[in-house]
């Protein structure tokens, strides 16, 4: 106990350290400052010293686990959420009906390579999410490996038609942030199919979107475009594509094969679970904070986005517990079927739109529990520099920058509407070595940077409140 005050005491010392080295500032803006570094500290102290997020991730990836849209552990996670909510005295808790698509991996895959040199050697493979399966006992062909889909498309038909085709781009190390390298190759594994189909080709193979080379292969969607054939589409481990990459250079007859199950079966409903605040001064004025409940079916979602569904709930319970009433109306919302299909972001906007109601903000955790750094913010020039005003604020809590930018999946819908979107920026290194894996798993979220992280959040929605 007595270590507890020590602790806190060392924090509001810092605290107050940085206020004296102001001493020229204006008085007002110097004693809003104050009151909200001070509130900032309780903010932090809630988050590591009384933290629930962590024990809440713990639940929802050990004991419920990976949650695909129309599984059944998606459904107990809906069920899970509510009864949090329930008991973090929220005005209000609702279950926002939505349609979502329910697809199924089927059997494990197999994949083979087949050299005539060197006999069969089994890789890891993952099929695409929404991918067609392969025929009853496999599929067997010839790869053609290339880097591009402007590379493919001269090959042309003659070289692709009857083949597999082997999307062999590796995520590119020089982008600092790791989101960047990623959306740099993520259209190959949306779009690779669907451009390879047009060519003849029979399947399609993609190199994991990894940073990191290992065993474990990454999944994600593949979107089929309309009237083009929807040939089998699976990711490999980047040890695999490294393989598989050597042999074709020794051997231009290579043959693939691989053997995949998966099918959809049809809509299930799902639902939004949102959690309601109402705002003690502006009360038809919204701020949203959220991530998304669905995962894909390999591993827990612990990272994606386990962490920023809880980190979006202990906001409110972080709120009630410091007494504090938010002037904006709060809504914690928990989207359903991010992954495979957006359908609980865009069901939301719809009904906020109908019921006209004004979103300022919304703030989003879908990057991974890592350490926080910043905060992007989906705001221009003048209207962005109130948010900017912040940074030093925050920078006394080592989040570092607040950039121009945004962006988060599920909040993207409410951009038509008017409301500024933003997300919160955690270090992003090791979050592509687990990204929709089997490894993304509750061991590999850190405590501590967790809840830094739910601290920052609350820290934002705070500012959000505030804000004039
Ligand atoms: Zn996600």
Redesign the pocket.
């Known amino acids: 106990m007595k270590k507890q005050y020590f602790s806190i005491f060392l924090l509001f010392f810092a605290l107050m350290n940085c206020e004296t080295s102001d001493a020229q500032s204006n008085k007002n803006s110097k004693t809003e400052n104050n009151k909200d570094s001070l509130m900032f500290a309780k903010i932090y102290e809630q988050a590591l010293v009384r933290g629930k997020c962590y024990e809440n991730l713990d639940y929802l990836a050990n004991k419920i686990g990976a949650r695909l849209s129309g599984s059944p552990q998606n459904a107990a996670a809906v069920e899970w959420a509510k009864q949090i909510m329930d008991t973090l005295g929220f005005d209000r808790v609702e279950l926002q009906p939505v349609m979502v698509p329910h697809w199924v991996r089927g059997k494990k895959e197999v994949a083979k390579i087949i050299s005539s040199k060197s006999g069969a050697t089994e890789v890891p493979i993952l099929a695409l999410g929404g991918s067609a399966a392969t025929p009853f006992g496999g599929l067997v062909a010839n790869v053609v490996e290339v880097k591009s889909l402007e590379e493919l498309k001269n090959l042309g038909k003659e070289k692709v038609q009857g083949k597999i085709v082997f999307f062999n781009k590796a995520m590119n190390p020089m982008f600092l942030d790791t989101f960047d390298a990623y959306s740099d190759v993520v259209g190959l594994r949306a779009g690779g199919a669907s451009e390879a189909a047009k060519l003849g080709a029979v399947g399609v193979v993609i190199r994991s979107l990894a940073s990191n080379l290992d065993n474990f292969p990454h999944t994600g969607g593949v979107r089929y475009e309309v009237n083009v054939p929807q040939i089998p589409a699976v990711a490999i481990s980047t040890n695999g594509a490294e393989l598989l990459s050597k042999l074709i250079s020794q051997q231009t007859d290579l043959q693939f094969f691989m053997e995949i199950s998966c099918k959809f079966i049809g809509e299930k409903l799902s639902y939004n679970v949102i959690g309601e605040i109402k705002g003690s001064e502006k009360p038809n004025e919204y701020i949203l904070v959220g991530?998304?409940l669905d995962?894909w079916d390999v591993g827990q979602?612990a990272h994606?986005?386990g962490a920023?569904v809880v980190q979006s709930m202990e906001v409110a319970r972080i709120f009630k517990a410091l007494n504090y009433k938010p002037k904006k109306t709060l809504r914690v919302v928990l989207f359903a079927n991010?992954?495979n299909g957006l359908k609980g972001g865009k069901e939301y906007a719809r009904v906020a739109a109908e019921k006209k109601e004004n979103h300022i903000v919304a703030l989003e955790s879908?990057?991974g529990g890592f350490l926080p750094i910043g905060f992007s913010v989906g705001a221009k020039g003048e209207a962005f520099k109130k948010y900017k005003a912040w940074e030093e604020l925050f920078q006394k809590f080592n989040v570092f920058k607040i950039t121009e930018g945004g962006g988060g999946?599920d909040i993207s819908p409410l951009k038509p509407l008017g409301t500024v979107d933003a997300v919160i920026l955690p270090d992003s290194q090791r979050y592509f070595n687990y990204h929709h894996t089997v490894e993304d798993t509750f061991d590999k979220v850190d405590k501590r940077e967790l809840e830094l992280g739910a601290a920052a959040m609350a820290s934002f929605m705070y500012m959000l409140s505030e804000m004039k």
């Open positions: 991530g998304h995962s979602g994606d986005d920023g991010e992954e879908d990057a999946a």
